[in-house]
């Protein structure tokens, strides 16, 4: 759903079908399905735009100034070797979604690959949003503070990842005969 033009994260959308389910005002399957599809389509269009017009993207100054061709070729022969794990991975990070759904489409991962790993991803979250949502309306303040408060855990802790990999790298770069 946000990957269609919202600039809104798509577990609002599905929090809200699933409140509105609960409370009886829409079918919870026709809700859930409308979900499913809406962020598939989303995903697919982000794919698609990184498919057929990612190249432009990376020429562009601003692109450039973040990703240097080195670090472009680094990115896409990750994604050679990982592209599935990384878009299954993606599909649970806020904030990581589109850039990764669309390094994909740069990348060519083939779009029946993207497509299957992103639907088994979308098949087990989006019910489980869809479901509390629906299950627990009447705490649904309480619920997302807690999710919020692993999301914040789990942000710091792959931050603290990534600063541990790169002091590593420059570590070893480092300890590199000149």
Partial sequence: MAGLGLPIPEEIPIITAGVLSSQGLVRWSLALVVCVAGVLAGDTALYWIGHHWGERLLDWRLTRLVLSREREEA??????????????????????????????????VPFWKFIAVDGIAAMAGIPLSFGVAFLFTDQLAAVMRGVHRVERILALAVMALIAA???????RKSRRPV
């Fill in 165 to 171: 990999g790169i002091a590593f790298v420059a570590y």
């Fill in 75 to 108: 990115v896409k022969r990750a994604y050679v070797r990982h592209g599935v794990k990384i878009v299954f991975t993606a599909r649970f990070v806020v904030g990581f979604r589109a850039a990764a759904f669309l390094t994909a489409g740069v990348a060519h």
